[in-house]
């Protein structure tokens, strides 16, 4: 049986490939509906489809390759319907790149596990 920590790290696995084949419209079931979002920079969008609305304008640019997390530890609450999902991540462009840590927080909702938040810290 899959443990919800196995589960989180398979899906995040494939929202990074979702993003690196550029398709922001696939990437709405892993969020969720009133999720948040905050920045490398510490801007904050609220909602999916803010999130799915930037992730187009981002793919959009020419420039731009992917962004790649990395889980680095998963932690589930008491009733193992929510989880803290810590790790690393790199963005890339053609001619620049970034990278730093992020947390993210999942919720078990019908079934499987969404996006509830991320909060992304540019450290390079």
């Known amino acids: ?5 196995d589960a989180i790290r398979a ?3 494939l929202t990074n490939k979702l993003i690196a084949a550029h398709d ?8 969720a509906p009133d999720m948040n979002l905050i920045s490398g ?8 489809d803010a999130v799915l609305q930037a992730f187009a304008a981002q793919f959009r640019d020419p420039s ?4 790649v997390r990395t889980t680095r530890d ?3 609450d008491a009733e193992g319907v929510r989880a803290a999902e810590a790790g690393d991540w790199v963005a890339t462009w ?5 990278s730093g840590t992020y947390l993210a927080v999942w919720k078990k909702s019908v079934g499987q596990w969404v996006i509830e938040s991320e909060t992304f810290v540019t450290l390079i």
């Open 1 to 5: 049986m899959t443990t919800p920590q």
């Open 94 to 98: 053609k001619d620049a790149g970034s």
């Open 24 to 31: 922001a419209a696939r990437l709405r079931p892993f969020l």
């Open 41 to 48: 920079e510490g801007g904050l969008l609220i909602g999916v």
């Open 74 to 76: 998963v932690t589930l």
């Open 11 to 13: 899906r995040r696995k």
């Open 64 to 67: 731009f390759v992917t962004y």
